[in-house]
């Protein structure tokens, strides 16, 4: 509506200027036509009511006037159109009246007497000619402002009417009719929703085998102690009720340390935490380590590879990423077993690459296994002491500091878990 009303005043001011300049052309020719006439036959008496004839001497004394006495008249000789005809043999002027509503248009000619001829005729101003179309340019404003209110309100209403279909059922953006330049708008729109819903889920999902996990052992020693408070329990089995209550107790905290991790990995704080680290040194000590561990279940660990890697990842988060995968490696293999662990650099890229003989991951399970609290052989898992975090954690490492990991495995022959990040100068 501004636009259309700006346009309507703008275009009226300029159409009234260009009316003005045709009249303006057009009334000085008539009074040039006029004045040539009356020059030649001297006929004043049969002009039009409205032009006004003077007959001014050389020296700018008025001689005739078709409208006043000329002997009362004064001098004419400063008259802008008088001094350009006696100049230039003709002149014209426009003066302005007192009202402004008009103007007066004067048209002189030099006769072959030496006198000027001088024609004058009364017109209206610009001003006059404006004024006079603010009514009906009033009248087109109102009307085109209720047209805009109607014509905006229906496009509006069209316009608009496909992003609401497409908010009122997010789940089927794709089919809904919706504009073409909108579709990587919607794309985005939709991938973030399901993102949305898939943490919603994984939250909730996380929550309640948070809860599951804990209650295990909670159970386990509120029961254990139950038994030993009651007095009813021999004496033989205080040992075996307290070493299953200390199971219990280092179950516990182990998985309480697991969602702490995964906790702290989730904060916004994490990026100072990533300083350039020596992964091949980390790697070794923590095979170091994990040596006893491996020798108590029958398995045989050894460290291959070059003796510095530099990756920006954090001495913290290194060591938590290398125990876990090798901790893993260790605990589902099976007696007599390998892992092989190494850290080498090839083609501007640090891999840490852990491999087993163990028990291997069906095909059907291994797109699963970074989730939290997933587990293959649930059985199996807890009876050897996993959380289900382990791999949850080292793919949040992963992520944080933008390594990418694969995996290659087959039930029962191993399992072999690659991790590569960009070197660091």
């Known amino acids: 509506m501004g636009i259309a ?29 006029i004045a040539e006439l009356l020059s030649e ?41 008088v001094k350009e005809a006696l100049a230039k043999g003709r002149g014209q002027s426009i003066r302005k009246s007192d009202t402004l509503s008009e103007n007066i248009f004067y048209y002189a000619v030099k ?30 404003i109102l009307i085109l402002v209720i047209i805009c209110v109607m014509v905006s309100r229906y496009l509006t209403s069209e316009i608009v009417a496909p992003i609401e279909r497409m908010v009122e059922d997010m789940e089927h953006v794709d089919e809904n009719e919706i504009y073409e330049e909108l579709i990587p708008f919607t794309k985005k729109i939709r991938s ?15 929550t309640a085998n948070i809860s599951h996990e804990l209650k295990t052992p909670l159970t ?64 070794r000590g923590t095979v170091e380590m994990l040596s006893i561990n491996a020798a108590k279940m029958n398995v045989k660990i050894s460290y291959h590879g070059c003796n510095t890697a530099w990756i920006r990842i954090g001495n913290e988060l290194a060591e938590e990423l290398a125990y876990n995968l090798i901790e893993n490696a260790i605990r589902y293999n099976k007696p007599g077993g390998i892992v092989k662990v190494s850290v080498h650099v090839e083609k501007n890229k640090v891999a840490l690459v852990v491999a087993d003989t163990g028990i291997g991951i069906p095909k059907e399970h291994q797109e699963r296994i ?4 997933y587990r293959v052989d649930k059985g199996r898992s807890k009876q050897l002491g996993g959380t289900g975090l382990g791999l949850s954690i080292v793919k949040h490492i992963c992520n944080l500091t933008r390594g990418i990991i694969s995996l290659e495995s087959n039930a029962g022959e191993g399992t072999t878990i690659k991790i590569e990040w960009d070197v660091v100068d």
């Open 5 to 33: 009303i700006f346009s309507i005043v703008v275009t009226t001011l300029i159409m009234t200027g260009i009316f003005y300049i045709h009249l303006k052309t057009q009334v000085f020719s008539d009074l040039k036509v």
């Open 41 to 81: 036959n001297k006929e004043y008496d049969k002009l039009p009511e409205d032009t006004r004839v003077t007959v001014i001497d050389n020296d700018g004394a008025v001689i005739f006037d078709s409208m006043a006495e000329a002997g009362i008249m004064e001098n004419h000789l400063d008259r802008p159109e």
């Open 111 to 140: 006769m072959e007497s030496g006198q000027v001829l001088r024609v004058g005729k009364k017109s209206a101003s610009v001003a006059w000619f404006f004024i006079s179309v603010i009514p009906i340019t009033v009248v087109v």
């Open 192 to 206: 973030q929703h399901e993102e949305i819903l898939f943490a919603a889920n994984m939250r909730q999902e996380f």
């Open 220 to 283: 386990a020693i509120s029961g254990y102690a139950e038994l030993m408070e009651t007095g009813v329990v021999k004496e033989t089995d205080i040992k075996h009720f307290s070493h299953e209550i200390g199971k219990s107790s280092d179950r516990l905290l182990i998985l309480i340390n697991d969602i702490i991790k995964l906790s702290e990995l989730d904060g916004e704080n994490n990026e100072e935490l990533l300083e350039i680290v020596d992964l091949a040194e980390v790697t």
């Open 370 to 373: 970074f989730e939290r609290f």
